[in-house]
DNA sequence: ACCTGAACACCGTTCAAGT
DNA sequence: ACCTGAACACCGTTCAAGT
């Protein structure tokens, strides 16, 4: 970011001391091609060569190209914000750690696609879990709910976040639907011919703010999973919730 | 599938007549290959060895990877249940739907996460959508709603089959977060330690049932979406929703 | 029109050899 | 302990040459 555009490598004679690797080092610099050269750009050969070295050097720090992208998801993460404790009501609190969870993801082009082949299990990840299930239990969710319900607001988030990063990115995945689309027939699928320009308009922001509060009423309101056919005696502080049907 | 374990190829002398390669049997190969190596055993060099010829031959048939893989996903995407009009209340139709959706994605392994990078846009793909939005819309919910429902309910019913197929998949990743789930100090994050067993609990089928449920409540239940400050007024057919607030 | 081998520009990972 | 070049076994895609 701060060499501008010319990257060219530093010659490799004339440095016997060499750069002083390490895995800190190796992951923010994956995390810097990452985000100027997206996920198809991001290699190992290609971090080695930005620290001017060999591919093979990095297998000191890493076991694999794994565990690099864990790490990288796992770092980028700590720029989540955490809301204060019982700075304002907890569903509220929940949006903001969400939205800004959504935000760092969608932010940096290639995390969110990252993310979805890495379940994140690093200490920021940690942090973040933790934080979810207390806000959760802060608003009454009953417990297996609540277990479940931080798995499935971090899988959604993500999903989101990757499937904007693949709108953005690749136009071309993108032509493909809207030619599609375009193409269909009013007498085959008139709904989908009646729906075209909803369909398409992406309009991120209002969209993914809609689709927050459509996973939180879920997980909030109504629908106790139920472990064996008989256990719904064990939910505990159920408030507001409990539908008509 | 019928060849049992051997798979050595047919020699390439005696058969000058060579197989009627086609758009059909490239992908028809390419999904059994998938099938039985997983998603990182798919190439197009396999494709083509598979079918005794070489890699440069396919591009007659397909622009490129990305190409293939959007066909395979129609394709199986063509298994997928579409439940009988008004055959039984239109929620269950909807759930079935989804099921079945779901179970096509999550049977063929390493389908879901293919399918995580290629926005659906064949035919069978738009028969899907078709009936989806038939159904939104036979359930009262407004129109915008519809239409962002229904890219929000497959997007989803895709994520938590691309995780579930992860975790069956590579269980590398899944005891790398077991390993950082049990060495977590009840001090530090005392409720990720005291939830460690319902965070684990997989328990597949239960847990997408929910799942499913969770984002269906979501999308027919409260939220109206707001494209512009003040546009909640066009909103028709709603029926029961508007919740208290 | 379809097929092919060879080439190009890449991958992740391993390993023997160096310091 | 760390680094390195070279090798291994792969990729997707292009292209000139064949039928």
Do not use: C
């Not at 076991?63 to 907890?90: C, I, T």
């Not at 969710?141 to 607001?153: F, I, N, R």
């Not at 976040?161 to 027939?185: D, I, K, N, P, Y």
């Not at 992406?202 to 509060?213: F, I, P, T, V």
């Amino acid at each position: 970011m701060n060499k501008g555009t010319t990257h060219e490598i530093v010659s490799r004679r004339s440095r016997p001391a060499k750069a002083p690797l390490s895995r800190d080092v190796v992951v923010s610099t994956a995390l810097e091609l990452l985000e100027r050269e997206g996920l198809s750009g991001l290699s190992l050969r290609r971090v080695a060569a930005t620290l001017d070295t060999g591919a093979a050097s990095l297998y000191v720090y890493l076991a694999n190209l794994d565990e690099l992208h864990s790490l990288m998801l796992d770092r980028a993460l700590g720029a989540v914000k955490l809301p204060k404790a019982r700075s304002s009501f907890w569903r509220d609190r929940l949006k903001a750690l969400l939205l800004s969870y959504f935000r760092v993801l969608h932010e940096h082009q290639g995390l969110a696609q990252l993310a979805m082949s890495t379940i994140p299990s690093g200490p920021n990840s940690l942090r973040i879990l933790e934080m979810l299930l207390g806000l959760l239990r802060e608003g009454g969710v009953e417990d297996v709910k609540a277990a479940w319900g931080v798995d499935l607001l971090t899988l959604y988030v993500t999903a989101i976040a990757a499937e904007q990063s693949l709108r953005r990115e690749s136009g071309q995945v993108l032509r493909r639907v809207e030619a599609a689309l375009s193409a269909v027939s009013a007498e085959e699928f008139p709904l989908i011919f009646a729906f075209k320009k909803a369909l398409l308009s992406g309009e991120g922001k209002n969209r993914s703010a809609w689709a927050l509060d459509v996973i939180i009423e879920g997980i909030v309101g109504g629908s106790v999973p139920h472990r064996s056919p008989r256990d719904t005696s064990r939910s505990r502080r159920v408030g507001s919730s409990q539908r008509k049907k």
